[in-house]
Protein backbone atom coordinates (compact mmCIF):
# COMPACT_ATOMS: atom_id res chain seq x y z
CA UNK A 1 0.00 0.00 0.00
CA UNK A 2 1.41 3.40 -0.76
CA UNK A 3 2.27 5.75 1.43
CA UNK A 4 -0.41 9.07 3.16
CA UNK A 5 1.10 12.19 2.02
CA UNK A 6 2.53 13.71 4.90
CA UNK A 7 0.93 17.88 5.83
CA UNK A 8 2.65 20.00 2.99
CA UNK A 9 1.52 17.42 0.14
CA UNK A 10 -2.11 17.28 1.37
CA UNK A 11 -2.03 21.08 1.73
CA UNK A 12 -0.74 21.49 -1.35
CA UNK A 13 -3.52 19.06 -3.10
CA UNK A 14 -6.18 21.09 -1.33
CA UNK A 15 -4.99 24.33 -2.47
CA UNK A 16 -4.61 23.25 -6.19
CA UNK A 17 -8.44 21.65 -5.79
CA UNK A 18 -9.62 24.46 -4.56
CA UNK A 19 -7.98 27.16 -7.22
CA UNK A 20 -9.11 24.68 -9.56
CA UNK A 21 -12.71 24.43 -8.45
CA UNK A 22 -12.53 28.34 -8.08
CA UNK A 23 -12.00 28.81 -11.63
CA UNK A 24 -14.85 26.75 -13.32
CA UNK A 25 -17.31 28.51 -10.68
CA UNK A 26 -16.16 31.41 -12.25
CA UNK A 27 -16.75 30.41 -15.59
CA UNK A 28 -19.79 28.68 -15.22
CA UNK A 29 -18.29 25.37 -16.11
CA UNK A 30 -19.05 23.87 -13.03
CA UNK A 31 -20.64 20.55 -12.63
CA UNK A 32 -23.51 19.68 -10.09
CA UNK A 33 -21.21 17.65 -7.99
CA UNK A 34 -19.12 20.64 -6.66
CA UNK A 35 -19.94 20.06 -3.16
CA UNK A 36 -21.82 23.19 -0.87
CA UNK A 37 -18.29 23.68 1.07
CA UNK A 38 -16.60 24.86 -2.25
CA UNK A 39 -19.70 26.97 -3.14
CA UNK A 40 -19.62 28.75 0.07
CA UNK A 41 -15.64 29.64 -0.17
CA UNK A 42 -16.32 30.81 -3.45
CA UNK A 43 -18.77 32.77 -2.62
CA UNK A 44 -16.75 34.11 0.55
CA UNK A 45 -13.81 34.83 -2.00
CA UNK A 46 -16.05 36.65 -4.17
CA UNK A 47 -17.69 39.12 -1.52
CA UNK A 48 -14.09 39.92 0.14
CA UNK A 49 -12.76 41.28 -3.09
CA UNK A 50 -16.01 42.98 -3.63
CA UNK A 51 -15.65 44.46 -0.28
CA UNK A 52 -11.92 45.19 -0.19
CA UNK A 53 -12.47 47.08 -3.57
CA UNK A 54 -15.40 49.29 -1.62
CA UNK A 55 -13.15 49.76 1.19
CA UNK A 56 -10.15 51.08 -0.81
CA UNK A 57 -12.17 53.28 -3.11
CA UNK A 58 -13.63 54.98 0.29
CA UNK A 59 -9.81 55.22 1.68
CA UNK A 60 -9.22 56.96 -1.66
CA UNK A 61 -11.99 58.91 -1.31
CA UNK A 62 -11.11 60.09 2.30
CA UNK A 63 -7.35 60.78 1.34
CA UNK A 64 -8.64 63.11 -1.59
CA UNK A 65 -10.64 64.91 0.70
CA UNK A 66 -8.15 65.82 3.27
CA UNK A 67 -5.84 66.97 0.38
CA UNK A 68 -8.27 68.94 -1.10
CA UNK A 69 -8.74 70.51 2.35
CA UNK A 70 -5.18 71.29 3.12
CA UNK A 71 -4.67 72.27 -0.57
CA UNK A 72 -6.88 74.94 0.24
CA UNK A 73 -5.93 76.47 2.41
CA UNK A 74 -4.24 79.39 2.53
CA UNK A 75 -0.93 80.12 1.85
CA UNK A 76 0.77 82.61 4.39
CA UNK A 77 3.02 85.83 3.20
CA UNK A 78 6.56 85.01 3.12
CA UNK A 79 8.32 87.78 5.59
CA UNK A 80 11.74 88.18 6.54
CA UNK A 81 13.75 90.85 8.16
CA UNK A 82 15.84 91.91 5.63
CA UNK A 83 19.11 91.96 6.63
CA UNK A 84 20.02 89.59 3.60
CA UNK A 85 19.76 92.38 1.75
CA UNK A 86 20.26 94.94 3.61
CA UNK A 87 23.79 94.18 5.20
CA UNK A 88 27.46 93.94 3.69
CA UNK A 89 28.76 90.54 3.76
CA UNK A 90 25.79 88.58 5.07
CA UNK A 91 27.24 89.86 8.25
CA UNK A 92 23.26 88.87 9.38
CA UNK A 93 22.73 85.99 7.81
CA UNK A 94 23.94 81.86 8.63
CA UNK A 95 27.55 81.10 7.31
CA UNK A 96 28.32 78.73 9.26
CA UNK A 97 30.90 75.70 7.85
CA UNK A 98 31.46 78.63 4.31
CA UNK A 99 34.95 79.87 4.47
CA UNK A 100 36.04 82.97 6.40
CA UNK A 101 38.45 85.34 7.04
CA UNK A 102 39.95 85.84 10.23
CA UNK A 103 36.77 88.95 11.25
CA UNK A 104 34.39 85.74 10.57
CA UNK A 105 33.13 87.14 7.44
CA UNK A 106 32.08 84.74 4.93
CA UNK A 107 33.96 84.49 1.75
CA UNK A 108 31.34 86.39 -0.84
CA UNK A 109 31.89 83.07 -3.25
CA UNK A 110 31.19 80.72 -1.23
CA UNK A 111 27.90 82.97 0.58
CA UNK A 112 26.50 83.19 -3.14
CA UNK A 113 27.17 79.64 -4.11
CA UNK A 114 24.95 78.85 -0.72
CA UNK A 115 22.07 81.15 -2.18
CA UNK A 116 22.33 79.70 -5.45
CA UNK A 117 21.73 76.27 -4.42
CA UNK A 118 19.20 76.70 -1.65
CA UNK A 119 17.92 78.47 -4.99
CA UNK A 120 17.52 75.92 -7.02
CA UNK A 121 17.89 72.89 -4.47
CA UNK A 122 19.48 71.39 -7.27
CA UNK A 123 22.02 68.17 -5.70
CA UNK A 124 24.75 69.16 -8.15
CA UNK A 125 24.49 72.82 -6.66
CA UNK A 126 24.40 71.76 -2.59
CA UNK A 127 27.30 69.59 -3.44
CA UNK A 128 29.08 72.84 -5.14
CA UNK A 129 28.92 74.87 -1.47
CA UNK A 130 32.36 75.12 -0.44
CA UNK A 131 33.33 74.25 2.87
CA UNK A 132 35.56 76.08 5.61
CA UNK A 133 36.52 72.58 7.39
CA UNK A 134 35.21 68.96 8.04
CA UNK A 135 31.89 69.77 9.81
CA UNK A 136 29.14 69.22 7.46
CA UNK A 137 25.70 71.35 6.93
CA UNK A 138 22.78 70.10 8.76
CA UNK A 139 20.62 68.26 6.32
CA UNK A 140 19.21 71.51 3.80
CA UNK A 141 17.54 69.32 1.47
CA UNK A 142 15.12 68.93 4.39
CA UNK A 143 13.37 72.07 3.65
CA UNK A 144 11.77 70.65 0.35
CA UNK A 145 10.46 67.36 2.06
CA UNK A 146 6.74 66.78 1.66
CA UNK A 147 4.19 65.39 3.84
CA UNK A 148 1.21 63.16 3.53
CA UNK A 149 -0.83 64.55 6.29
CA UNK A 150 -1.40 67.61 7.74
CA UNK A 151 -0.02 70.59 6.33
CA UNK A 152 2.70 71.27 3.74
CA UNK A 153 5.41 72.14 5.35
CA UNK A 154 5.28 74.85 2.73
CA UNK A 155 2.11 76.29 3.85
CA UNK A 156 2.73 77.41 7.36
CA UNK A 157 4.13 80.85 7.93
CA UNK A 158 5.41 82.97 10.82
CA UNK A 159 6.55 86.13 11.44
CA UNK A 160 9.98 87.78 10.13
CA UNK A 161 12.72 87.19 12.46
CA UNK A 162 13.95 90.36 14.59
CA UNK A 163 16.20 92.32 12.47
CA UNK A 164 20.31 92.17 13.54
CA UNK A 165 19.94 95.86 14.28
CA UNK A 166 17.11 96.15 16.16
CA UNK A 167 16.29 96.37 19.76
CA UNK A 168 14.27 93.38 19.79
CA UNK A 169 17.83 91.14 18.93
CA UNK A 170 19.93 93.40 21.34
CA UNK A 171 17.71 92.63 24.03
CA UNK A 172 17.70 88.81 22.95
CA UNK A 173 21.90 89.22 23.16
CA UNK A 174 21.80 90.29 26.73
CA UNK A 175 19.46 87.82 27.90
CA UNK A 176 22.06 85.16 26.54
CA UNK A 177 24.97 86.74 28.25
CA UNK A 178 22.68 86.87 31.50
CA UNK A 179 21.60 82.78 30.93
CA UNK A 180 25.72 82.49 30.57
CA UNK A 181 26.14 84.41 33.78
CA UNK A 182 23.99 82.40 35.88
CA UNK A 183 24.04 78.73 34.07
CA UNK A 184 25.38 76.76 37.42
CA UNK A 185 23.12 79.08 40.05
CA UNK A 186 20.02 76.99 40.94
CA UNK A 187 16.53 77.99 39.20
CA UNK A 188 15.05 78.09 42.58
CA UNK A 189 17.70 79.99 44.12
CA UNK A 190 16.64 83.39 41.84
CA UNK A 191 14.53 84.33 44.39
CA UNK A 192 16.19 83.21 47.50
CA UNK A 193 19.83 84.01 46.72
CA UNK A 194 19.50 87.54 45.02
CA UNK A 195 22.65 88.65 45.93
CA UNK A 196 25.97 87.36 45.81
CA UNK A 197 24.80 85.62 42.81
CA UNK A 198 24.71 88.32 40.29
CA UNK A 199 20.83 87.75 39.71
CA UNK A 200 19.94 91.55 41.04
CA UNK A 201 22.41 93.36 38.75
CA UNK A 202 21.07 90.65 35.64
CA UNK A 203 17.16 92.11 36.66
CA UNK A 204 18.37 96.00 36.43
CA UNK A 205 19.94 94.89 33.30
CA UNK A 206 16.61 93.25 31.78
CA UNK A 207 14.24 95.84 32.75
CA UNK A 208 16.79 98.77 31.61
CA UNK A 209 15.97 97.37 27.91
CA UNK A 210 14.12 99.29 25.69
CA UNK A 211 12.70 96.11 23.93
CA UNK A 212 12.50 93.12 26.02
CA UNK A 213 9.96 90.12 25.42
CA UNK A 214 10.01 87.98 28.32
CA UNK A 215 7.43 88.10 31.20
CA UNK A 216 7.14 90.43 33.86
CA UNK A 217 4.80 91.17 36.89
CA UNK A 218 3.69 95.10 36.87
CA UNK A 219 5.78 95.69 33.60
CA UNK A 220 9.21 94.57 35.50
CA UNK A 221 11.50 91.60 35.52
CA UNK A 222 11.44 90.13 38.39
CA UNK A 223 13.25 87.09 40.33
CA UNK A 224 10.32 84.84 40.03
CA UNK A 225 9.59 85.60 35.77
CA UNK A 226 13.43 85.35 35.02
CA UNK A 227 14.22 83.58 32.14
CA UNK A 228 10.73 81.98 32.24
CA UNK A 229 8.09 81.57 28.88
CA UNK A 230 5.26 83.74 28.34
CA UNK A 231 2.49 81.20 28.18
CA UNK A 232 0.29 80.12 30.40
CA UNK A 233 1.13 78.08 33.07
CA UNK A 234 4.49 78.97 32.89
CA UNK A 235 5.04 81.52 36.54
CA UNK A 236 3.57 78.83 38.47
CA UNK A 237 5.32 76.43 40.67
CA UNK A 238 8.77 75.57 40.20
CA UNK A 239 11.05 76.82 37.26
CA UNK A 240 11.12 72.68 35.70
CA UNK A 241 7.99 71.61 34.52
CA UNK A 242 6.82 68.12 36.91
CA UNK A 243 7.20 66.22 33.43
CA UNK A 244 11.18 66.75 33.45
CA UNK A 245 11.41 65.68 37.53
CA UNK A 246 8.40 62.59 37.66
CA UNK A 247 9.60 59.46 37.59
CA UNK A 248 8.47 57.72 34.13
CA UNK A 249 6.75 54.43 34.25
CA UNK A 250 8.84 53.27 30.73
CA UNK A 251 6.86 50.23 30.23
CA UNK A 252 8.56 47.78 32.88
CA UNK A 253 11.59 49.59 33.11
CA UNK A 254 10.47 52.73 35.85
CA UNK A 255 12.65 55.44 35.58
CA UNK A 256 13.91 58.23 37.25
CA UNK A 257 14.90 61.44 35.67
CA UNK A 258 18.34 61.78 37.04
CA UNK A 259 20.35 62.74 33.93
CA UNK A 260 24.44 63.17 33.33
CA UNK A 261 25.03 66.82 33.69
CA UNK A 262 28.17 68.54 32.95
CA UNK A 263 30.62 69.86 35.45
CA UNK A 264 29.94 74.02 36.54
CA UNK A 265 31.92 76.46 34.71
CA UNK A 266 31.64 74.06 31.33
CA UNK A 267 31.69 76.86 28.81
CA UNK A 268 33.70 76.68 25.00
CA UNK A 269 34.25 79.05 22.06
CA UNK A 270 35.70 82.21 24.90
CA UNK A 271 39.00 82.84 22.96
CA UNK A 272 38.92 83.99 18.63
CA UNK A 273 40.81 81.00 17.61
CA UNK A 274 38.13 78.78 19.11
CA UNK A 275 35.33 80.84 17.51
CA UNK A 276 36.89 81.30 14.08
CA UNK A 277 37.66 77.43 13.89
CA UNK A 278 33.96 76.66 14.31
CA UNK A 279 32.66 78.80 12.54
CA UNK A 280 34.86 77.63 9.86
CA UNK A 281 33.04 74.33 10.70
CA UNK A 282 36.16 72.90 12.71
CA UNK A 283 35.83 70.10 14.89
CA UNK A 284 35.91 71.25 18.22
CA UNK A 285 38.84 72.14 19.99
CA UNK A 286 37.46 71.74 23.70
CA UNK A 287 36.11 69.04 25.31
CA UNK A 288 32.98 68.96 27.83
CA UNK A 289 33.76 67.83 31.73
CA UNK A 290 30.87 65.85 32.83
CA UNK A 291 29.71 65.26 36.69
CA UNK A 292 30.14 61.66 37.43
CA UNK A 293 26.83 61.72 39.69
CA UNK A 294 23.73 61.67 38.03
CA UNK A 295 21.29 64.25 39.24
CA UNK A 296 17.93 66.14 39.01
CA UNK A 297 17.92 69.32 36.71
CA UNK A 298 18.39 72.24 38.69
CA UNK A 299 20.30 74.93 36.76
CA UNK A 300 20.47 76.12 33.48
CA UNK A 301 23.98 74.30 32.89
CA UNK A 302 21.99 70.53 33.84
CA UNK A 303 18.89 72.15 30.97
CA UNK A 304 21.14 72.75 28.79
CA UNK A 305 22.87 69.40 28.53
CA UNK A 306 19.60 67.80 28.49
CA UNK A 307 18.51 69.65 25.63
CA UNK A 308 22.06 68.70 24.05
CA UNK A 309 21.53 64.84 23.83
CA UNK A 310 17.96 64.13 23.72
CA UNK A 311 16.12 63.11 20.79
CA UNK A 312 13.52 65.22 18.86
CA UNK A 313 10.38 63.67 21.08
CA UNK A 314 11.65 62.31 24.07
CA UNK A 315 10.55 65.20 26.20
CA UNK A 316 7.31 64.40 25.22
CA UNK A 317 7.18 60.73 24.85
CA UNK A 318 7.87 61.00 28.52
CA UNK A 319 4.93 62.93 29.80
CA UNK A 320 2.72 61.06 27.55
CA UNK A 321 4.19 57.99 30.09
CA UNK A 322 3.65 59.93 33.02
CA UNK A 323 0.40 61.02 31.69
CA UNK A 324 -1.28 57.55 30.92
CA UNK A 325 0.46 55.59 34.41
CA UNK A 326 -0.78 58.06 36.60
CA UNK A 327 -4.02 57.67 35.30
CA UNK A 328 -4.98 61.45 33.98
CA UNK A 329 -8.14 62.04 32.71
CA UNK A 330 -8.30 61.95 28.67
CA UNK A 331 -9.88 64.86 27.23
CA UNK A 332 -13.74 65.31 27.43
CA UNK A 333 -14.03 64.69 23.61
CA UNK A 334 -12.55 61.70 23.61
CA UNK A 335 -15.41 59.25 22.46
CA UNK A 336 -14.45 56.29 24.47
CA UNK A 337 -15.56 58.17 28.20
CA UNK A 338 -19.02 57.50 27.31
CA UNK A 339 -18.54 54.00 26.22
CA UNK A 340 -19.27 51.16 29.30
CA UNK A 341 -18.11 48.22 27.74
CA UNK A 342 -14.86 48.96 26.07
CA UNK A 343 -12.23 51.53 25.94
CA UNK A 344 -9.42 53.15 23.54
CA UNK A 345 -6.17 51.82 22.56
CA UNK A 346 -4.79 51.71 19.21
CA UNK A 347 -7.80 54.78 18.59
CA UNK A 348 -7.70 57.58 21.13
CA UNK A 349 -5.42 55.65 23.69
CA UNK A 350 -1.92 54.64 24.75
CA UNK A 351 -0.78 53.33 20.96
CA UNK A 352 -1.93 56.28 19.55
CA UNK A 353 -0.87 58.83 22.17
CA UNK A 354 2.47 57.73 21.78
CA UNK A 355 2.85 57.15 18.54
CA UNK A 356 1.87 60.71 17.58
CA UNK A 357 4.67 62.24 19.09
CA UNK A 358 6.94 60.40 16.84
CA UNK A 359 4.66 61.60 13.44
CA UNK A 360 4.14 65.26 14.64
CA UNK A 361 7.85 65.90 15.53
CA UNK A 362 8.64 64.63 12.21
CA UNK A 363 6.47 67.15 10.71
CA UNK A 364 7.54 69.71 13.07
CA UNK A 365 11.12 69.60 11.87
CA UNK A 366 10.15 69.41 8.30
CA UNK A 367 8.25 72.84 8.63
CA UNK A 368 10.98 73.98 10.37
CA UNK A 369 13.41 73.14 8.32
CA UNK A 370 11.64 75.19 5.27
CA UNK A 371 11.91 78.41 7.54
CA UNK A 372 15.04 77.91 8.57
CA UNK A 373 17.01 77.02 5.05
CA UNK A 374 14.32 78.91 2.64
CA UNK A 375 13.04 81.71 4.56
CA UNK A 376 15.30 83.04 7.45
CA UNK A 377 18.46 81.77 7.60
CA UNK A 378 19.43 84.26 10.69
CA UNK A 379 22.92 83.79 12.31
CA UNK A 380 23.08 82.10 15.45
CA UNK A 381 23.99 83.67 18.47
CA UNK A 382 27.83 82.42 18.57
CA UNK A 383 28.33 84.36 15.86
CA UNK A 384 26.64 87.63 17.01
CA UNK A 385 28.84 87.44 19.88
CA UNK A 386 31.88 87.33 17.59
CA UNK A 387 30.50 90.28 15.92
CA UNK A 388 30.11 92.25 18.82
CA UNK A 389 33.37 90.91 20.25
CA UNK A 390 35.08 92.37 17.20
CA UNK A 391 33.43 95.42 17.04
CA UNK A 392 34.26 96.50 20.77
CA UNK A 393 38.22 95.07 19.85
CA UNK A 394 37.98 97.24 16.80
CA UNK A 395 38.43 94.59 14.33
CA UNK A 396 35.13 94.78 12.19
CA UNK A 397 32.23 96.96 12.41
CA UNK A 398 28.70 96.26 12.72
CA UNK A 399 25.58 97.88 13.36
CA UNK A 400 24.65 96.77 16.96
CA UNK A 401 21.65 98.53 18.75
CA UNK A 402 23.08 100.80 21.74
CA UNK A 403 21.23 98.57 24.12
CA UNK A 404 23.36 95.55 23.89
CA UNK A 405 26.46 98.19 23.39
CA UNK A 406 26.24 99.85 26.57
CA UNK A 407 24.58 96.86 28.66
CA UNK A 408 26.93 95.86 31.44
CA UNK A 409 26.32 92.20 31.45
CA UNK A 410 28.73 91.65 28.26
CA UNK A 411 31.11 94.26 30.50
CA UNK A 412 30.98 91.06 32.94
CA UNK A 413 31.78 88.39 30.64
CA UNK A 414 34.58 90.04 29.48
CA UNK A 415 35.72 90.64 33.18
CA UNK A 416 35.76 86.83 33.24
CA UNK A 417 36.83 85.33 30.08
CA UNK A 418 38.46 88.76 28.60
CA UNK A 419 36.89 88.79 25.24
CA UNK A 420 33.39 89.42 24.41
CA UNK A 421 32.43 86.18 23.09
CA UNK A 422 28.94 84.60 24.21
CA UNK A 423 29.96 81.64 26.15
CA UNK A 424 28.42 78.16 24.75
CA UNK A 425 27.87 75.13 27.05
CA UNK A 426 28.62 72.77 23.84
CA UNK A 427 32.19 72.51 22.63
CA UNK A 428 30.72 72.77 19.13
CA UNK A 429 28.25 75.46 19.90
CA UNK A 430 25.32 75.50 17.49
CA UNK A 431 24.21 73.18 15.11
CA UNK A 432 25.33 73.62 11.34
CA UNK A 433 21.83 74.99 10.37
CA UNK A 434 20.26 78.53 10.80
CA UNK A 435 18.39 79.88 13.93
CA UNK A 436 15.25 81.21 13.35
CA UNK A 437 12.73 78.98 13.99
CA UNK A 438 14.27 76.68 17.26
CA UNK A 439 13.84 73.37 15.89
CA UNK A 440 13.71 71.95 19.39
CA UNK A 441 11.23 74.90 19.58
CA UNK A 442 8.96 73.92 16.89
CA UNK A 443 8.71 70.15 18.22
CA UNK A 444 7.83 71.22 22.05
CA UNK A 445 4.93 73.25 20.10
CA UNK A 446 3.33 70.83 17.91
CA UNK A 447 4.15 67.44 20.20
CA UNK A 448 2.59 69.24 23.75
CA UNK A 449 0.04 70.60 21.75
CA UNK A 450 -1.38 67.29 20.88
CA UNK A 451 -1.10 65.99 24.39
CA UNK A 452 -3.48 69.07 25.17
CA UNK A 453 -5.58 67.69 22.91
CA UNK A 454 -5.29 64.16 24.40
CA UNK A 455 -5.75 64.81 28.05
CA UNK A 456 -7.70 67.11 30.40
CA UNK A 457 -5.44 70.11 30.13
CA UNK A 458 -7.38 71.51 33.39
CA UNK A 459 -7.01 68.58 35.36
CA UNK A 460 -5.04 68.93 38.55
CA UNK A 461 -1.51 67.20 38.50
CA UNK A 462 -1.49 65.42 41.89
CA UNK A 463 1.45 64.76 44.23
CA UNK A 464 3.63 66.83 42.37
CA UNK A 465 7.72 67.23 43.65
CA UNK A 466 10.89 69.29 43.45
CA UNK A 467 14.26 68.83 44.12
CA UNK A 468 15.30 68.55 47.54
CA UNK A 469 17.86 71.51 48.43
CA UNK A 470 19.90 69.39 50.66
CA UNK A 471 20.21 66.01 48.58
CA UNK A 472 22.66 67.60 46.02
CA UNK A 473 20.29 67.58 43.41
CA UNK A 474 20.21 64.06 43.71
CA UNK A 475 16.74 63.57 45.57
CA UNK A 476 12.89 64.61 45.19
CA UNK A 477 10.39 65.88 48.08
CA UNK A 478 6.89 66.97 47.70
CA UNK A 479 6.35 70.09 45.96
CA UNK A 480 6.03 72.63 49.13
CA UNK A 481 4.87 76.06 46.90
CA UNK A 482 1.35 77.47 46.61
CA UNK A 483 0.31 77.09 43.32
CA UNK A 484 -1.85 74.81 41.99
CA UNK A 485 -0.39 73.10 39.44
CA UNK A 486 -2.64 71.60 36.16
CA UNK A 487 -1.74 69.74 32.94
CA UNK A 488 -1.89 72.46 30.71
CA UNK A 489 0.32 74.80 32.47
CA UNK A 490 2.75 72.09 33.32
CA UNK A 491 2.67 70.45 29.56
CA UNK A 492 3.13 74.61 28.52
CA UNK A 493 6.10 74.76 31.04
CA UNK A 494 7.76 71.64 29.61
CA UNK A 495 7.41 73.12 25.91
CA UNK A 496 9.24 76.36 26.91
CA UNK A 497 11.97 74.50 29.05
CA UNK A 498 12.79 72.48 26.14
CA UNK A 499 12.85 75.91 24.03
CA UNK A 500 14.66 78.07 26.84
CA UNK A 501 16.86 75.67 27.51
CA UNK A 502 18.54 76.06 24.05
CA UNK A 503 18.77 80.01 24.55
CA UNK A 504 20.34 79.15 28.02
CA UNK A 505 22.79 76.81 26.06
CA UNK A 506 23.64 79.66 23.81
CA UNK A 507 22.55 78.29 20.35
CA UNK A 508 18.83 80.15 19.89
CA UNK A 509 17.40 83.54 20.67
CA UNK A 510 14.15 84.41 22.91
CA UNK A 511 12.42 84.70 19.62
CA UNK A 512 13.48 81.19 18.05
CA UNK A 513 11.83 79.69 20.97
CA UNK A 514 8.64 81.45 21.59
CA UNK A 515 8.34 81.74 17.61
CA UNK A 516 8.98 78.40 17.09
CA UNK A 517 6.75 77.00 20.10
CA UNK A 518 3.74 78.63 17.92
CA UNK A 519 4.92 77.31 14.76
CA UNK A 520 4.61 73.90 16.15
CA UNK A 521 1.45 74.55 17.59
CA UNK A 522 0.19 75.28 13.74
CA UNK A 523 1.25 72.29 12.66
CA UNK A 524 -0.13 70.02 15.34
CA UNK A 525 -3.41 71.54 14.67
CA UNK A 526 -2.98 70.79 11.11
CA UNK A 527 -2.57 67.19 11.79
CA UNK A 528 -5.26 66.43 13.86
CA UNK A 529 -7.62 67.87 11.72
CA UNK A 530 -6.89 64.97 9.72
CA UNK A 531 -6.21 62.50 12.32
CA UNK A 532 -9.91 63.20 13.61
CA UNK A 533 -11.04 63.27 10.48
CA UNK A 534 -9.84 59.69 9.38
CA UNK A 535 -10.56 57.79 12.85
CA UNK A 536 -12.71 55.31 14.08
CA UNK A 537 -15.12 56.65 15.81
CA UNK A 538 -15.19 60.10 14.78
CA UNK A 539 -14.44 62.66 18.01
CA UNK A 540 -14.64 66.42 18.32
CA UNK A 541 -15.18 69.12 18.75
CA UNK A 542 -11.64 69.44 20.68
CA UNK A 543 -11.70 72.25 22.34
CA UNK A 544 -8.19 73.27 24.39
CA UNK A 545 -6.22 76.57 25.29
CA UNK A 546 -3.52 77.59 23.11
CA UNK A 547 -0.15 78.94 23.78
CA UNK A 548 -1.80 82.35 23.82
CA UNK A 549 -4.14 81.57 26.09
CA UNK A 550 -7.27 81.69 23.44
CA UNK A 551 -9.46 78.64 22.70
CA UNK A 552 -8.39 76.06 19.56
CA UNK A 553 -11.44 74.53 18.29
CA UNK A 554 -10.87 70.96 15.99
Given at each position: ?????????????????????????????????????????????????????????????????????????????????????????????F?????????????????????????????????????????K???????????????????????????????????????L????????????????????????????????????????????????????????????????????????????????????V???????????????????????????T??????????????????????????????????????????????????A??????T?????????????????????????????RR???????G????????????????????????????????????????????????A?????????????????????G???????????????????????????????????????????????????????????????????????R???????P?????????????????
Open positions: MDSLPDASDRRRFLSISLAGTLAALASGRASARVNPRQRALFEASRLGSLAGRRRMRESLRMRQSRALIQSRLPIPETRTSGDEDSLPDAIGSTKTLPHDARGVVEPAAWQAMLDALDSGAEADLDAIPSGGPVLANPEAAWAFSLFGADPHALGMPAAPGYASAQTAGEMVEYAHALLRDVPFEAYEQRRRGEGVADIISALNALGDFRGPKEAGEVTPRTLFRGNMPGCLDGNYISQFLLLPVPFGALPMDQRFRTAVGDDHMTDAAGWLNILRGGAPTTTAHDDTPRYITTGRDLGEFVHVDFPFQAYLNAALILLGRGVPFHPSNPFNRYNRESFVYGISEIVGRMGEVSQLALKTAWRQKWLVHLRPEVFGRLHHKLEGNHDSPIHADLLDSVLPRLVHRRNRSWFLPMAYPEGSPTHPYPAGHAVTAGACTTVLKAFFDSAVLGDPVEVDPDSDATALRPYSGGDTLTVGGELNKLGNNIAIGRNIAGVHYRSDGHEGMLLGEKVAVAAMDWIGLATPAGPIRFEGFDGSTIEI
